[in-house]
């Protein structure tokens, strides 16, 4: 009976410290403003004089070792973290990027949780892990932006890509509700992707009046006329699918698409890709 107790309070002790750990991790620090000062020294000596002379495409090693020498006097400083991941992110090695950015989330959780919940959704493609940080980030914090996006938007995009289109609906009429508190108009790829949705479940005609709002909004936006044109071929409307069509091979071959700041280093769900 002793034995088994004995197991029991192992197990539990070995529980609780494995609790305790992941506590650390998403805590939030809090530094004096003597550490801040600090901090900010080491950032600008390091990264901003530094790494930030060179290009990370052409001279990462040395970007690299720049930065290193700014951790050997600080290592918590998550910003210094962030900036080795980056890199890595934008030429799609996401498992060597993904451990800097952990440690920028160790360090600083309120500002690199949200950072890697996007990584997660956009770069990696990770759907499952990006939407249980950006939950993370609601529970914490509330519906805030990353990258010009609310959290729920991102979670939406997310379900949108595991085929669960009734969640992910549900999540960009959250995103665009908490638009309408500070914008007068709607960002355009919220609509573009709740256009997406509906035609996802073959209602085509909430579809195209999304289509058209985000068209609205941005006039040579070429993916949706692209899953305009599309709908209205299902819905057996050949002529204004013809036009749409048009539209869309006009203005993509112009270079219009979906125009997130980081399009240019992955595509986006539902993007077309250019001939």
Known sequence: MKRYVYILYVLLFVSCQQVIKGQDVVKERVLTKEQQVKQDSIIEKYAVNDAHK????ADLDKWQEALDKGLEQDSTIAYLWQQKAMPYFKNRKYEVGMEYVDKAVQYDVRRYLPYRAFIKCVFSKNYKAAIIDFEECLTR???SYEMDHTYTYYIGLSYLQLNEFDK???YFLRAVDKQKEVFQ??????????GIVCFEQKRYQEAIAYFDKAIAEYKEFSDAYYYKGITQYKMKDIEAARQSLVEFDKYQKMGYSINEANAIYEPYPYQVRKN
């Open 54 to 57: 060179y290009s990370y495409e």
């Open 141 to 143: 914090w509330g519906d």
């Open 168 to 170: 992910a609906e549900q």
């Open 185 to 194: 108009d709607i960002h355009h790829v919220d609509l573009f992707y709740l």
